[in-house]
């Protein structure tokens, strides 16, 4: 069962993206040999591009732009950042497993945070990841995808909600 897809013009700005990383990359190693500091980072960080690169065409393609859904009792979804694992760019959590899906700010490091739907197991102990799916390039709302997936796993609903603006210095100051 499908409980979100990825939005089209966001997977084809990603594609364009990585595809024009790609590119650059190897026009560089072309260019200036093993003597740029840029040959070096695509030699070890353009693996990961052309991966991702292929799993979104992939998506694209053969899978309908499929980018949450249920599959054999567990919640496959791709989630943000790097891959959980070196076999899958997949997170694949049992349905047993899920103790609940809240919609927060998913760290990306900068001033940039968009919202995204967070996954939290049951049995996460030491080095046990709980999943963030980045519901900003779904083609709908995050509170619909949340509200659905609520529904397919039969969780309670979620009363709390992150505000769209990204917390201000003088909130607190605020009476």
Request: aromatic share 16%; hydrophobic share 50%; net charge positive.
């Amino acid at each position: 069962m499908v409980i979100a897809r990825f939005s089209l013009a966001w997977l084809l700005i990603f594609l364009l993206g990585i595809g024009f990383m790609t590119g650059l990359g190897v026009w560089t190693a072309y260019q200036e040999g093993l003597r740029s500091v840029f040959t070096w980072f695509f030699f070890f960080a353009g693996p990961l591009f052309i991966l991702n690169f292929l799993y979104l065409l992939a998506a694209l393609l053969f899978h309908r732009c499929r980018a949450m859904w249920l599959e054999n009792g567990e919640l496959v979804f791709l989630p943000y950042g790097l891959p959980a694992t070196f076999t899958s760019f997949l997170y694949r959590v049992p349905v047993d497993c899920i103790q609940g899906a809240t919609i927060e700010r998913l760290y990306t490091g900068s001033f940039l945070r968009p919202r995204g739907i967070v996954i939290d197991r049951k049995d996460r102990g030491f080095n046990r990841p709980y999943g963030e799916a980045p519901a900003h390039i779904y083609s709908e709302p995050v509170e619909v995808v949340l509200t659905r997936l609520n529904q397919v796993l039969g969780l309670a609903p979620v009363t709390s909600r992150v505000a769209d603006a990204p917390p201000n210095v003088l909130d607190g100051w605020r009476s």
